[in-house]
Every structure is written in structure tokens, then in C-alpha cells.
């Protein structure tokens, strides 16, 4: 999406060796991935399990006019410029922070234990109702993933918005030191990665690290309700704060909501006038909004043109979105991520949901919880009502702690587990699921529970 020399590339990844000839060299695309590599691309050859170089013949054959390169020189192609560098992933984000310098666009980060993806579908709604907007695609969110979204941006936009998800300490601060946002988001603390960071407030440290790269009179925006993160805030100048979240004493807060099976509504104190509507469940989902119409503001976005913006907004696939399901069911697909904190919430919100047949809900592993993998499981206890769920299916190893702990108050026609049989439980859940049924599917990625999605939808294909 840019267009860039091969000499002006090499020259902002200050390469090693550079070529007066290549400037009438053009490269419009950036890419990794040899088979993806498109004409007129600069192919980077990053070293993971496999080591990109040895690819570049590939690249070469699907269009790539120019390479970073960190092998001996004799070893590379005569054929396209060879951008010589110490660590070609290095080049990578030295190129995409040249590029977002180049173009400079007002830059909104997103960080945050759930929420991130939603939180950026809504604030791209809201922004692009003023301004020409570019964002993260898919979960390209990484130290890799960053970069190539900057890459992609094109020349005329206004806004970029950056989704950065982490591991590990350390990750978001790298991002942000890159990205260097104008604002930026934490939408909660959640227990996500608690197996690698150890505590939420190592967690809530990580996420904090969003601030490391943000402009001097950037914005911070973070749910006021969090004591770890507000703490951790308090060195900020006040004008480079905004709290949003449920109670009066933050900047923007919610007054009424009604959550239904497609539809959330509520009004705020931003102007208690304006009802805003959301074009899917879960009355979590207002901590999210209210994150994105902070955004707004700052960018002086008026909250009725807010409002009006996120009526139609577009989720991501695979969050909270309703599909048609077998035997005239409906499925509620929650299963591209999960955290304590995320599965209560969107459990909580469930069994609240008015409909005339069942509810089911598929439960699958919680990944990366280390040392608190069985208390955490264990705690979703407190939100499986006898009284609204009707039938409990769980799903991995560890789900097999809370299988054992619901059988007091579930009896065995209501309850089942399976260890990793998908197959057997597509098979049970294909004869469970009758007309009016509302079926909510909830996991980790890891745990591959989009394929039995994928068997229980009914699709016009």
C-alpha cells in the first residue's frame, strides 16, 4: 500500500549497503510469507523454525523486486537488490516506524486481557465517521504483525489503529516504543497469560507498558474500576487520563443497559439523550464501547455521530456473533479466546438471555493459567446457575476440575464431559440440541472448539 524506492528503503533501515541504482527501483508491498509474496514486493526473510532465506527463490518467482538479507552476501540472489542487514526483523520494524513517521497519522493503540479486537472494530466505526482510518486486520498484533499492519496503511490515512497483544513482559513496549500512539486503550485485566507473568498485577505492569511509547500529550484511556491499572496511571498528568466504566466516579460511565439475544442498549453520561445501540449481546460489551467513544471525543467526534457509527458496526469473526445451528438453534460462537474473567462475563450475560427452548453451554479449556490452572477453572462454578443453564457440556483436561466440583448441583442428564473426543461430543451435541435452543460454544483458540462450531452451524453456502 506505499510506494517506496529500494534506495529509500535501505537507507531507513540503515543497511549496510546501499545502491544509487535502486532508486528507480519502486516497491509497493511488503511480505514474509514467500508463497504470498505479490509483484513489485519487498520480501523479508525472517528466521523462525524455518529460515526465510531459503526461500527467496520463491519470492523471487512470485514478484519480489527487492530482500532484506542477514546471510553472508555470497549466498544471496544477483538477480533483485539486496538490502543488507544485521537482523532482517529489526529491518522490518525499522521500516514500518520510517513509514508511520512518513505518513503520520494519529495513532490509537489497543492493549488488554479480552476485549482488544471488539474494542477496535468500534473505535474504527466510531473514527471513520471523520477521518480516513486504517487498522489491525485478523491478529496481526504481534512484533511482526504490527509492523506488516503499518506497512499496509495507505498513504492517504488519517487514523491507524494498532491492536497489540502480548505473551510475555516486555512485548507491548517494543510495540509501543514503534507505534508511538497519540492514545492509547486498556480495555481490562484479565487472567490471559497469567501462566508467563504470574499475577494480575504483573499482568496489569505488561499492559501498563502501552505508555512506554505514547506521544508526550497522548491520551490514556482505562476502565476506572481497575485499581491495578488506575495506580499504575497515577503518575500521569491528569489531562493524559480518562477512566470509563460502570459507576459515576469515572469519566464516562453507563446509566442504563438492557442486553438482548442481538442487541445491547444504553445511555451514558456523556449526554444521557443519546440511547446507543449495539448490534450484538453481552452487557460487558458497554465497558468496550464506552473505551471507543472516549477515543472519539479526543479526536472530537461528537457522540451522536458515536452513537449512530456503532448501531451498525462490524464485529470481528468468531466473537459473540449468533449463527443459525442445527435443528433450528441458535449458536452463540465465543470461541477464538478465553479468560476467567471474559468466560463469567459472557456467561453471566447468557443466562440472562430470554428464549423459548433450552440453553446449552460448551465449555472448553482456559489456556496459559499456570500455577491457578484449577482454581480458575473451578471459579466458573459461581456463574452456572441450576436454575438458568440446562445443560453443561465440558471440554479438556482441565475443565475436568469443574466437571467433578458441578456435580452437586447438576444431575447427570445435565452435566458431561469429554477429555478430547471432538468427534464423540459433536456426535452428543448433535443429538442434544433441539429447535429454540440457544448453544453457547466458549474456549481458548487452542482448543480447536471452532471446528465444533463449524459442525453445528447450518450455512447458505
Request: aromatic share 6%.
Amino acid at each position: 500500500m506505499f510506494a517506496l524506492t529500494a534506495k529509500e528503503i535501505a537507507t531507513a533501515v540503515h543497511a549496510q549497503n546501499i545502491e544509487d541504482a535502486w532508486e528507480m527501483i519502486e516497491i509497493n508491498t511488503v511480505g514474509f510469507d514467500s508463497r504470498k509474496i505479490k509483484a513489485h514486493s519487498l520480501f523479508v526473510p525472517l528466521i523462525s523454525e524455518n529460515d526465510g532465506h531459503d526461500f527467496i527463490t520463491q519470492a523471487i518467482d512470485n514478484g519480489a523486486l527487492a530482500t532484506f538479507w542477514s546471510n553472508p552476501l555470497q549466498d544471496a540472489p544477483t538477480s533483485i537488490p539486496v538490502i543488507q542487514v544485521e537482523d532482517t526483523l529489526k529491518a522490518l520494524q525499522d521500516l514500518a516506524e520510517y513509514y508511520l513517521n512518513k505518513i503520520h497519522p494519529k495513532v490509537i493503540g489497543i492493549t488488554g486481557s479480552n476485549g482488544k479486537t471488539t474494542t477496535k472494530d468500534m473505535v474504527e466505526a466510531i473514527v471513520s465517521s471523520q477521518y480516513r482510518v486504517h487498522k489491525t486486520q485478523g491478529n496481526f498484533n504481534n512484533h511482526i504483525g504490527l509492523p506488516i499492519t503499518i506497512l499496509e496503511m495507505p498513504q492517504d490515512t488519517e487514523v491507524i489503529i494498532l491492536e497489540m497483544g502480548m505473551s510475555h513482559a516486555g512485548e507491548i513496549k517494543l510495540l509501543s516504543d514503534l507505534a508511538k500512539p497519540d492514545i492509547a486503550i486498556i480495555t481490562m485485566i484479565g487472567e490471559s497469560h497469567i501462566e508467563h507473568l504470574g499475577s494480575r498485577a504483573r499482568i496489569a505492569d505488561a499492559k501498563m507498558e502501552i505508555v512506554s511509547g505514547l506521544k508526550e500529550n497522548g491520551l490514556l484511556i482505562i476502565p476506572g474500576n481497575e485499581p491495578l491499572l488506575v495506580e499504575r496511571a497515577s503518575s500521569l498528568k491528569k489531562e493524559q487520563l480518562k477512566t470509563f466504566g460502570p459507576s459515576p466516579t469515572n469519566d464516562s460511565y453507563s446509566i442504563q443497559i438492557t442486553s438482548e439475544m442481538r442487541e445491547t442498549t444504553f445511555t451514558t453520561n456523556l449526554n444521557p439523550a443519546v440511547l446507543i445501540k449495539l448490534p450484538v449481546t453481552g452487557t460487558y460489551n458497554v465497558a468496550n464501547a464506552l473505551a471507543a467513544l472516549s477515543s472519539g471525543l479526543a479526536l472530537d467526534i461528537p457522540i451522536e455521530k458515536a452513537a449512530q457509527k456503532l448501531a451498525t458496526f462490524q464485529l470481528t469473526e468468531n466473537r459473540t456473533e449468533w449463527l443459525a445451528g442445527i435443528n433450528n438453534s441458535a449458536l452463540l460462537n465465543d470461541a477464538y479466546n478465553a479468560n476467567p474473567t471474559a468466560m463469567k462475563a459472557v456467561l453471566n450475560n447468557f443466562s440472562q438471555l430470554r428464549n423459548e427452548g433450552r440453553k446449552i453451554v460448551v465449555l472448553g479449556d482456559m489456556l496459559e493459567l499456570g500455577e491457578q490452572t484449577n482454581e480458575l477453572h473451578l471459579s466458573i462454578k459461581k456463574v452456572l446457575s441450576v436454575d438458568e443453564i440446562d445443560q453443561v457440556i465440558l471440554y479438556g483436561t482441565h475443565m475436568k476440575i469443574l466437571y467433578e466440583a458441578l456435580k452437586s448441583d447438576f444431575d447427570k442428564e445435565r452435566l458431561h464431559h469429554f477429555d478430547g473426543d471432538k468427534k464423540a461430543m459433536i456426535a452428543f451435541l448433535k443429538e442434544l440440541i433441539q429447535p429454540k435452543d440457544y448453544v453457547l460454544v466458549k474456549s481458548s483458540f487452542g482448543t480447536d472448539l471452532l471446528s465444533v462450531i463449524k459442525a453445528l452451524r447450518v450455512t447458505t453456502d
